[in-house]
Structures are given as structure tokens and as C-alpha cells.
């Protein structure tokens, strides 16, 4: 049969041979798949000046849907999703210059993090339906299940593992 070769980008495989792999990774199918796979990884600095020199695909637009997908070459962002972007490169740049600056990033535990976000969502949304302050995370009644446990994964009781009479030394 003879050996195969699997493309990660396609998700298909062939038989490998000089012709076959090189036919594939100059296809037109192999170079999409690659580049969609490159762009999950883009700077959104990028993206957000890419996506502010195209112009809105009217098809998109309209019905929510372009036969072209991510290889159309207008943009299928609304103006809400630029400024979306927008504020993430500039919160970005802002993190950026406070490490290059040398300042400290305040240190807190999640806890503090998610107080502090609740207040700013229940001041900034007075209609909001998230409560003040939110309830810590606990673990569901029994959990973990202790008893489900394989007896080598068991904590030992108190005093020990009772040692059976075969085994006791005399």
C-alpha cells in the first residue's frame, strides 16, 4: 500500500509520494486551509487595519451570509464588531505600555477581580439583571465523589490501613 501523508490543514491524507505532496501543497484548497489556520493567530492590531480598508460586503449585509465565507475580499464586520476590535487594540496598547513603562499590574485574586467587575457592570447597567455581588463558587453537595474512588486513590482512614493477619509481623 505503501505510506500516506496526512495534511493537519486539510485534515486528509494521500499516498506520499514527490508528485502527490507537492501537487497538494500548491493547491489552491491546501493554501486556503493554511492561511485560515495562520489567521486564527493574527494581531487584532492587524485585523482591525485590514478590516478598516475593505468595504462592507453587500451580500453579508443583507442576508448574514456570503457564498465567498473567508475568502471574500469585503468585510463581513458590522460597526459594532470594529469597535469591539478597536477597544481591544487600544486596551491592548494601553497593557503594552504599562509593562514597558515598568509599572506594576496590581496583583488580587479572582475573587477581588470579579467583585470589582460586578460592581462596574451593576453601576454602569442600572436595569442589569446580574446580582451585586456574586455568589462564590462551591462545589456541588458530595462532589468529589469520595466513594466512587478505586480504593488505591482513597485517602487512608484515621490511625491507617488496618493490616491483615497474613501480613503482620510476628
Not at 147 to 161: K, M, N, R, V, Y
Request: positive net charge; hydrophobic residues 30%.
Amino acid at each position: 500500500m505503501g505510506k500516506r501523508y496526512f495534511c493537519d490543514y486539510c485534515d486528509r491524507s494521500f499516498q506520499d509520494n514527490l508528485h502527490n505532496r507537492k501537487k497538494h501543497l500548491n493547491g489552491v484548497q491546501h493554501l486556503r486551509a493554511k492561511r485560515v489556520w495562520y489567521d486564527l493567530f493574527r494581531d487584532a492590531a492587524a485585523i482591525l487595519q485590514e478590516e478598516q480598508t475593505k468595504k462592507p460586503c453587500r451580500k453579508f449585509l443583507q442576508t448574514g451570509q456570503c457564498d465567498f465565507g473567508s475568502n471574500c475580499r469585503f468585510s463581513h464586520m458590522t460597526e459594532q464588531d470594529l469597535e469591539k476590535l478597536s477597544a481591544q487594540v487600544q486596551g491592548e496598547k494601553r497593557s503594552k505600555e504599562l509593562r514597558q513603562e515598568g509599572a506594576d499590574v496590581p496583583t488580587g485574586t479572582i475573587e477581588d477581580w470579579l467583585e470589582k467587575r460586578a460592581k462596574r457592570l451593576s453601576t454602569a447597567q442600572s436595569n442589569s439583571a446580574l446580582p451585586e455581588k456574586p455568589a462564590p463558587f462551591q462545589y456541588p453537595p458530595g462532589w468529589p465523589p469520595v466513594q466512587d474512588l478505586p480504593p488505591s486513590l482513597q485517602a487512608p482512614p484515621p490511625g491507617g490501613w488496618p493490616v491483615p493477619p497474613n501480613l503482620q509481623w510476628g
